[in-house]
């Protein structure tokens, strides 16, 4: 004989069915733990460190890392003398490669069968100057003279124009003359956490997208499975016991951001991120797994099959995959970037892993993805709500 | 007097311009099993999915267990058990975690799901997931689902179509045990034998309207032709002969045939409720 039932006990109930559903699923199974595998792996073998210096070839001067030495290695630059401006033209234009030995710089074309000396190491060359012959003493005796600078396609304008300064500040110098102007003092202000030396690293970058990547499974999955249990009509077997609509809808939300939860805590865990205020991204990813939750209920009852349902899981993921993959990239992110659902959840994860930021930074970032989950919740709880009461 | 366990009065019902309910009207007595008999669409699925909260009430008043049934009334559906017509269970799920989910919705922890699952003859595949049952496995499945929490108004849709003789004869058993103990039955079906065997009395539904509503010998009554056809061997062949049973020297006959060496057989010529449902509707329950 049935007795009255708590909402929570019927609640409980149907988290508990969907979660032994969901790891009965052998398809939705095997592809969360090889996303997961994927992740780690690729996690793992992602560089760790960037290299912050910029290597510059000269050619023309005797001996250019003491003219260049100072002011260079202040900058970040490793001076790479070259025997003639040809070479060092070959070299950055990628016809030949650089190869630093004890006695110099040796080049060896690109088509030869030469090897390298033992011992000698390989150095990439994007930027060149070559200095003609005799160009400190053309310089110093107010002689009109052309420099070349060789940069390759890579290198960003900035720098070329860097680079064209420098050869002007040079030129003062070798000819023992003061520079024209009395250069202001300069004071670098760096506003946020200072990141010379640390750069962020490819691992580094792509750590948001691999969390987010797990998230998005979640959504696949959990709408797939709400679909079914729509078409299969099991919940209509459901809704004429005890249980109601609401009581059906508030499982599939906790089911779904439960998993999604456990997902992300587990990648996060593999890929050793969870060092670095792990309550403050427990909840940025518990309000991230509500969100996808509520966007998996929007797909699943959309859904008519699994190929339509598998459609508009794509049709939401790709928008709120788009701020994952702007992270990548230095910069600020575009405004219509930033009005996405789930920048706050990135700009979050990234604030706190990458630049440490606590509670206090992160609150605006909660505040806005707490508003989105609310509004794509709700959205996700009436379109689903009206698809199972017109099943 | 009993009170009814399930009442409709006047009960209208439209999916959109289609009326599928006219205003009918019955009621169902504890203890009692009512086939609902007519055609597809003629309005038996939606009188029970209206009287199991599935649709809103929209004209006239439906009662179950004397409470106004509305749409997701857990006070209702905590006493009712429904079996559907499709076979809408949790494939990954075994037999023994499908009564076990249902019956935490109506509250039971300590459900004894293998004595449910041994009275419709599946506790040997208690622990194989649903996905591997057969359909008549489904079926008898679904009838142990309606059965978790001991309901006193079972809602039957078509509970042994196209099921093999041995499961409908398993199920029909089932049903008959419960109204046996005082669950009231409302069975729909397309089987008038099933009907005839099961119910106390059927009602004849189609497009909306109950045409007839009594118990099957009262409709045979009335309908059939009180006759019995008696068929003889004589010398030039085989000779059938019937005999109405309201004729003056209808005794007669009847002893004369009985003395006869050539007495093959006597059969009455009663009406089935199929050739009643025609001869009130107008039409086939195939239809």
Same mark, same amino acid.
């Given at each position: ?48 460190? /960037? ?115 420098? /050869? ?224 | ?55 809103? %009430? ?71 997931? %649903? ?157």
């Amino acid at each position: 004989m049935s007795r009255p039932v708590s909402r929570w006990a019927i609640v409980r109930a149907i988290v508990r069915k969907d979660l032994v559903e969901y790891a009965r699923d052998r398809l939705w199974l095997f592809l969360t733990v090889l996303v997961l595998v994927v992740v780690t792996v690729l996690f793992w073998v992602l560089p760790d460190d /960037v290299n912050e210096s910029i290597v510059l070839g000269v050619s023309g001067l005797e001996d250019p890392a003491a003219v260049l030495g100072g002011p260079a290695a202040e900058d970040g630059l490793e001076v790479v003398p070259f025997p003639s401006g040809a070479d060092l033209e070959q070299v950055v234009a990628g016809e030949a490669d650089a190869w630093q030995t004890d006695g110099g710089t040796l080049v060896i074309d690109g088509d030869s069968d030469q090897a390298p000396p033992e011992g000698a190491r390989r150095v990439d060359v994007p930027i060149g100057i070559a200095f003609p012959e005799g160009f400190p003493a053309a310089t110093a005796a107010g002689e009109e003279t052309g420099v070349a600078v060789y940069v390759d396609g890579s290198v960003p304008e900035e720098l070329r124009t860097a680079m064209a300064g420098l /050869v002007r500040e040079l030129a003062f110098q070798v000819a023992g003359h003061p520079l024209p102007v009395e250069v202001p003092a300069q004071g670098f202000v760096v506003l946020g956490e200072d990141r010379v030396g640390s750069q962020q690293s490819p691992r580094e970058g792509f750590r948001p997208l691999f969390v987010f990547m797990v998230l998005m499974m979640e959504l696949f999955a959990m709408a797939s499975l709400i679909s079914k249990e729509i078409q299969e009509r099991t919940v209509t077997a459901v809704l004429v016991t005890p249980a109601g609509v609401a009581d059906v809808l508030a499982a599939k939300g906790i089911a779904g951001a439960l998993s999604g939860l456990a997902q992300a805590v587990v990648v996060l865990a593999a890929i050793d991120s969870l060092r670095v205020h792990p309550p403050l991204l427990l909840t940025l990813l518990l309000l991230g797994s509500v969100m996808v939750a509520g966007t998996a209920m929007l797909a699943g009852s959309m859904g008519r099959d699994f190929m339509s349902t598998l459609f508009w899981g794509m049709a939401f993921l790709v928008p709120l995959l788009v701020p994952a993959l702007a992270a990548l990239f230095p910069g600020t992110a575009s405004p219509w970037v930033r009005a996405l659902p789930s920048y706050p959840l990135i700009r979050g994860l990234v604030d706190v892993q990458s630049n440490g930021a606590g509670w206090a930074d992160t609150l605006p970032q909660l505040g806005i993805l707490a508003a989105w989950c609310a509004a794509l919740f709700t959205a996700g709880w009436l379109v689903l709500r009206r698809r199972v009461q017109a099943r | 007097m009993t009170e009814a366990a399930i009442q409709v009065q006047d009960l209208h019902f439209s999916y959109g311009r289609t009326e599928a309910l006219r205003g009918i009207s019955f009621e169902v007595a504890p203890g009692e099993i009512l086939g609902f008999l007519g055609p597809n669409g003629a309005g038996k699925s939606t009188t029970i999915k209206i009287l199991t909260g599935q649709l809103p %009430v929209k004209t006239g008043r439906a009662q179950v267990l004397g409470i106004d049934v509305t749409a997701d009334d857990p006070q209702v559906q905590s006493q009712i058990g429904v079996c559907f017509e499709e076979k809408n269970l949790y494939e990954a799920l075994s037999g023994r975690e499908n009564l076990r989910f249902f019956a935490r919705l109506f509250g039971i922890r300590d459900l004894d799901a293998d004595a449910l699952l041994r009275q419709v003859g599946l506790a040997e595949r208690a622990r194989d997931p %649903v996905a591997k049952y057969s359909k008549g496995m489904r079926q008898r499945l679904m009838m142990a689902r309606a059965l978790v929490n001991r309901p006193k108004v079972l809602f039957l849709d078509e509970p042994t179509d196209g099921l093999d003789p041995v499961s409908s004869r398993a199920i029909r058993t089932l049903i008959k045990e419960e109204a046996g103990s005082g669950a009231a039955v409302l069975l729909t079906t397309h089987d008038m034998f099933e009907a005839d065997e099961l119910s106390d009395r059927v009602a004849f539904l189609n497009e909306g309207r109950i045409h007839a509503i009594d118990t099957p010998e009262n409709l045979k009554l009335q309908h059939g032709r009180r006759a019995v056809k008696v068929r003889m061997r004589e010398s030039d062949g085989v000779r059938e002969q019937s005999v109405p049973l309201d004729a003056a020297d209808a005794g007669e006959q009847l002893g004369a045939a009985l003395r006869s060496p050539g007495l093959m057989t006597i059969h009455t010529e009663e009406a089935t409720l199929e050739s009643i449902f025609i001869e009130i509707t107008g039409r086939s329950l195939e239809g």
